[in-house]
């Protein structure tokens, strides 16, 4: 029998479709996804025409307003979860920019956290290797470093989302990493199964809609053609199709109409999936509030703390400017060296 929080949790991410009814959020993720996708085919124009490295600029311009239509979605549905009024697109789009540079920052963190510990594992892994007792050390560290690792990969499946939660809440990159930290340290299992349930109520929808969908297209595709008809048999039109050309120019124009059905199939297709990746940041949103709810954000200040240290021990062997050495000179009246400070010189007494 199912308790009465997992029946709240289930409930609770039912919700996710509410993000369906979030217009500004669903125009400016379609935006960014179309502008990302234009701007990355432009970005291999650029490449044949301009040089390689002109390709790679638009094709960094393009992954940024692609990456800043999704954030700025993601504030807008927080927007939406806190009952607040939506702002405006445009400042969306602002904030999606800003939220983009602090997610690949916190990313870029987390990142550098796991390689550091991947090499720390593998410099502990050497001592299996000493002769005579290197089984004793393989006993004793090769469990305990499956955990450290499994708890890594847990971080980064699990932990990314909450991540992108917290920035779209307005953390820091150290606040949004220590936030998704704690919430995987605390909570893991309650985590990973409401993302698990998450999945479960969004991917059965999902399938269903756009299998459905993949299925209509291609008939749809055929009738457009001229290929065949939804009733079975042929085209009740494709007599027209040899009128007035041959059998390549009919060919032809069957391509024709082929490419801009299926262009337009597509275009339908993405609206679709981007219709349930609303959904699934919605979802993303209640998991994070839900997970959140009563924790401590202590990482953060562990992190936090863990900076400081380390700019100040930076900070002290840091190399000190010394202040360079005042040149001596000579008298113009008889040339005898005399020191910086000296008033007069000490061979026929002319003034400094």
């Not at 209640?286 to 900076?307: H, K």
């Amino acid at each position: 029998m199912m308790t009465e929080k997992t029946v709240n949790n289930i409930g609770l991410l039912v919700r996710s479709f509410e993000g369906l009814r979030n217009g500004r959020a669903f125009l400016l993720l379609s935006c960014g996804v179309v502008a990302g996708g234009t701007l990355i085919a432009a970005a291999g124009n650029a490449a044949q025409t301009v040089g390689w490295l002109g390709g790679l600029l638009v094709a960094v311009i393009a992954l940024v307003v692609y990456l800043a239509g999704i954030n700025g979605a993601g504030l807008l549905l927080v927007d939406q979860a806190d009952n607040r009024p939506g702002r405006g697109v445009g400042a969306a789009f602002m904030g999606g920019l800003h939220a983009t540079v602090t997610v690949f920052l916190a990313l870029t963190l987390l990142t550098l956290g796991v390689v550091v510990i991947e090499v720390a594992l593998y410099l502990l892994s050497l001592l299996a290797h000493v002769p005579g007792i290197g089984p004793v050390f393989a006993f004793l560290f090769a469990g305990p470093s499956a955990v450290v690792l499994a708890f890594c990969y847990g971080l980064l499946v699990i932990g990314v989302p909450l991540l992108l939660v917290a920035v779209w809440r307005g953390e820091s990159a150290l606040g949004a990493l220590g936030r998704a930290i704690d919430i995987v340290l605390k909570r893991p299992l309650e985590a990973l199964l409401n993302f698990l349930l998450l999945g479960l109520i969004v991917a059965p929808v999902a399938v269903f809609v756009i299998g459905l969908f993949t299925f209509t297209s291609t008939t749809t595709v055929a009738i457009y053609a001229g290929r065949g008809s939804m009733f079975g048999g042929g085209n009740p039109y494709s007599a027209f199709d040899g009128f007035g050309g041959g059998l390549m120019a009919t060919a032809m124009d069957s391509l024709q109409r082929a490419g801009a059905a299926t262009a337009s199939v597509g275009f339908v297709m993405l609206i679709l999936i981007a219709l349930f990746v609303l959904v699934g940041m919605f979802g993303y949103v209640m998991v994070y509030d839900s997970l959140g709810a009563g924790i401590d954000s202590r990482a953060e200040g562990r992190l936090r703390g863990g900076v400081s240290q380390l700019k100040k021990k930076m900070e002290q062997h840091r190399p000190q400017a010394t202040p360079a050495p005042v040149p001596a000179e000579n008298c113009m009246r008889c040339g005898t060296r005399r020191a910086p400070d000296d008033q007069f010189c000490g061979e026929c007494g002319q003034p400094a």
